[in-house]
């Protein structure tokens, strides 16, 4: 799978805001297996970028192509295919089901593709430090466990794409490392590629391309 | 495999539960109402159907002009084109005149019985006879005159014969009995014999052949061209609205008794009709008001439909899903509707209507029909309103 910008450039944006950005208002595709990093200060529009690779939001003017695709030709129901084979994502807002348990929240995914083995969810939250989380009420666990639930779950499917926004922003360095080495693992498992947009450079990500958005 | 037990603690399904028992409690008691009224109007027409003076699925009416005040000393007769337009009526299949005799008959029973009085004969299209038997024929010479008689006159004769000490008469001796027919002629009197050779339920009249009413008309009464002050219709339906507006338009007389059955199966048929229509309103009522519960429902999981949406779950499938956990319950209420249907016409039938033959004590395939279109459409509906409000999420 392959994921083109063609001139992407948020409706909303005023003029000149772009200048300077590698990603806005260009022409630029990512392949499977490069690892992409974008840096991008506060404002930029690093969440809209990853809503509009998303397809949750399209109020920009250009085009965005899975494959050959434009989807804002897309409904839900081929949004729902893409979704659940072909792209997975960790929300800045993490987007979890706060009254359901983690482990709830991570089944509901698990379960859509049935990708993972159902063990293989224990394993993840051992490394990454929530087991003991595994059924406590969402809503009841700290940002941080919440975060590492969300990025455990992006893992419960198959994907060519695995975008985060600013995934580690309540986990301390060492909870970082796990999480990142944890994604790439599984990302290389798909011989897929990771677009992490951050604040700044991490510099325990090993991306190929880098983009100043 | 994925099922609605893996997105269950997602949806707020369990709350409002009154409204959803509400739902459920009128969608059977709607269904229950327009099946039953279905069957009972069945029943009705299956009840009150004028079996013997139907033939080919046709009603035969005789039609007069009303005799006010006002044209009381005028020809009320029909003409040629009242008859012509008449036939041209496309709820009237055809029409036929009665033709009166136009010179003086008087019948006597000879003998046996002391009886003489005036009397009035017609003729009729043979087509428009319930009982034609083959001796009603006569040929020019024939001193025998066959006659068809009404029931109801025969009917009449034996009521008042004691009174008039006069004997009592089967339907086997009516026909063995000599009647003297006396034509008065301008030559003079004209004697026949006539015999009864079979009595109509249908025709309230003395029936002769046509062709001697025409022979008679033309010889004694020196007229060939009658116009008739009676008229027998064909129809497929005397109850039809159109043909009854017709007639009235017109100041046409129909025989109100042969329509009595008919009409009080129109005003049942329309009781039963409004019931029916009730029960459609019970069940429109109940569709909307679970479809508000599932508005509710589906408003109240907002959030989690649009995140499961957004983790990749297909709108089809949970629209799917969702509607298919409603399947069961919509069917057993349909059934339960339809199987109480079926207990109490069974019921009807045994109990009230003490198993009387002309009602079948199984429901008509009808009911059935509708009972599963019913619940189609119920499923349907339910499908594509969870459908319209998944997809409107996104």
């Excluded at chain 2, 079926?342 to 008509?364: A, C, I, P």
Aim: glycine fraction near 4%.
């Amino acid at each position: 799978m392959q994921i083109a910008l063609q001139k992407v450039l948020p409706v909303f944006f005023e003029e000149n805001k772009n200048d300077g950005s590698q990603v806005w208002n260009k022409i630029v595709s990512f392949s499977k297996g490069q690892n992409i990093h974008i840096i991008a200060p506060s404002g930029s529009g690093k969440t809209t970028l990853i809503h509009f690779l998303y397809g949750l939001r399209n109020d920009y003017s250009g085009h965005i192509l899975y494959d050959a695709n434009d989807i804002k030709h897309f409904d839900a129901e081929k949004f729902s295919i893409w979704r659940k084979q072909h792209i997975s994502i960790v929300f800045q807002d993490l987007r979890l089901f706060p009254e359901q348990t983690i482990l709830q929240n991570l089944e509901i995914k698990r379960v859509l593709s049935s990708f993972q083995a159902a063990e293989n969810i224990a394993a993840m939250a051992e490394r990454l430090g929530i087991k003991t989380k595994l059924h406590q009420l969402c809503k009841n666990c700290s940002y941080g466990e919440q975060q590492r639930a969300a990025i455990i779950r992006a893992l419960q499917q198959p994907f060519d794409f695995l975008l985060l926004d600013e995934p580690f922003s309540h986990l301390d360095e060492l909870n970082r490392v796990k999480a990142m080495e944890l994604m790439e693992e599984e990302s290389k498992k798909r011989n897929a590629t990771i677009i992490l947009a951050d604040l700044r450079e991490i510099e325990y990500f090993k991306s190929e391309i880098t983009l100043h958005l | 495999m994925l099922s609605f037990k893996n997105i269950a603690p997602f949806l707020s399904a369990e709350q409002n539960k009154v409204s959803r028992w509400l739902s459920y409690a009128g969608l059977g008691v709607g269904v229950l109402l327009l099946l039953c009224s279905i069957q009972m109007f069945i029943n009705i027409n299956d009840l009150l159907q004028e079996k013997n003076s139907r033939k080919d699925g046709a009603d035969f009416i005789s039609v007069t002009k009303t005799i006010t005040n006002e044209n009381m000393g005028k020809d009320n007769r029909f003409t040629a084109t009242d008859l012509k337009e008449l036939k041209s009526q496309s709820f009237i299949t055809d029409a036929a005149p009665l033709i009166s005799n136009q010179f003086r008959v008087k019948a006597s029973a000879g003998n046996i019985i002391p009886f003489s009085t005036d009397l009035f004969l017609e003729s009729l299209d043979e087509r428009f006879l319930d009982t034609v038997p083959p001796s009603f024929t006569w040929k020019e010479g024939q001193a025998d005159i066959p006659i068809i008689f009404s029931s109801d006159f025969m009917e009449m004769y034996n009521v008042f014969a004691p009174s008039q000490d006069l004997p009592q008469l089967s339907d086997k001796t009516m026909s063995s009995v000599n009647i003297i027919l006396e034509c008065y002629t301008p030559y003079g009197v004209q004697n026949f014999r006539a015999r009864i050779v079979a009595l109509s339920d249908r025709i309230n009249s003395v029936l002769v052949p046509n062709n001697f009413m025409q022979w008679a008309n033309k010889n004694f009464g020196g007229v060939s061209q009658v116009n008739p002050s009676r008229i027998y219709i064909k129809t497929i339906d005397a109850n039809n609205p159109q043909l009854l507006n017709f007639l009235q338009e017109k100041d046409y007389r129909v025989n109100k008794d042969k329509t009595k059955f008919g009409r009080v199966k129109q005003i049942l048929q329309a009781i039963v009709s409004g019931l029916a229509g009730f029960g459609v309103l019970v069940i429109l009522l109940a569709m909307l008001l679970f479809s508000f519960y599932l508005q509710l429902m589906i408003a109240k999981s907002k959030d989690n439909l649009q995140l499961l949406l957004t983790l990749g779950y297909s709108p089809k499938w949970l629209s799917k899903t969702v509607a298919k956990k409603w399947v069961p319950v919509y069917t057993t209420i349909v059934l339960s509707a339809l199987l109480l249907t079926g207990l109490l016409q069974f019921s009807f039938q045994h109990f009230v209507m003490y198993d009387r033959e002309e009602l079948s004590g199984t429901m008509h395939w009808m009911v059935i029909v509708v009972a599963v279109v019913l619940l189609a459409l119920t499923i349907l509906t339910n499908y594509r309103l969870v459908r319209k409000l998944l997809f409107n999420l996104n």
